[in-house]
């Protein structure tokens, strides 16, 4: 079966420092895959989409980047963190197509 | 475009009552839906979808979602509230002639509380 590892669970960074969040799928290949961030009170918001190695959209402009080095693996990043960077990450995968999505366990990111 | 609306930020029921978060959408062509549950600090897990076959869907954990297209709403219901349901949820929503990405978009959520 699937499943979609995202770490870590929590993460407390200062501003102006770097930002690495990592996630991986086991059990499918060549997966869409997302990264969305929940903030406090507020829905979904898609930051990120691939269809493929080295194949990153982004839908909304920021500070963050995304980048998939392999099938299965997805990397959010940032060079300098905000105060506004604060929230609740989430990666998801789905497979070809319109198909549901997956999501991970999601990582809870405070600047600070 | 397409968009989702969550009519009530909160929804409380008593245990054993009936549970009914109601979502309505926007789409020029008819969509695919989808529910998806949130427990806190987890990611969301789908309950159920609905991509054009029965207009009744049938979920996990006793929720069902009508899809009715002349009132484009797809509310979730289950008849006796559990004090487990106790959770975000969420209705979303696709267009079927998406691109191999599936640009899914997403409600803003009902959080749904259990009185004892």
């Known amino acids: 079966s699937q499943t979609i590892h995202q770490w870590p669970a929590t993460l407390v960074q200062p501003v102006g420092s770097p930002l690495s969040l990592e996630c991986t799928v086991e059990g499918t290949s060549n997966p869409n895959l997302y990264w969305y961030r929940q903030a406090a009170g507020r829905g979904l918001q898609l930051l990120f989409y691939?269809?493929?190695?080295?194949?990153i959209s982004s839908e909304v402009p920021q500070n963050l980047s995304a980048s998939r080095p392999q099938d299965r693996q997805f990397i959010l990043s940032s060079k300098k963190l905000l105060l506004s960077d604060s929230g609740f990450y989430l990666c998801?995968?789905?497979?070809?197509?319109?198909?549901?999505?997956?999501f991970g366990n999601g990582t809870r990111l405070t600047v600070t | 475009a397409q968009s989702v609306t969550q009519l009530g930020s909160h929804v409380s029921v008593s245990e054993g009552a009936l549970v009914l978060l109601r979502c309505n959408y926007s789409s020029s062509v008819p969509p695919y839906l989808f529910w998806y549950v949130q427990y806190p600090n987890q990611g969301l897990q789908l309950l159920l979808k609905?991509?054009?076959?029965?207009?009744l869907v049938k979920g996990i954990n006793g929720f069902e979602a009508e899809f009715k297209k002349s009132e484009t709403s797809f509310h979730l219901t289950k008849p006796s509230a559990h004090m487990s349901d106790a959770a975000e949820y969420f209705c979303a929503v696709s267009d079927p002639a998406s691109s191999s990405a599936s640009k899914i978009i997403f409600g803003s959520g009902t959080r749904l509380s259990i009185r004892p």
């Open positions: 609905y991509t054009s076959a029965a207009t």
């Open positions: 998801a995968w789905s497979g070809q197509g319109v198909s549901p999505l997956h």
């Open positions: 691939s269809v493929g190695i080295g194949q």
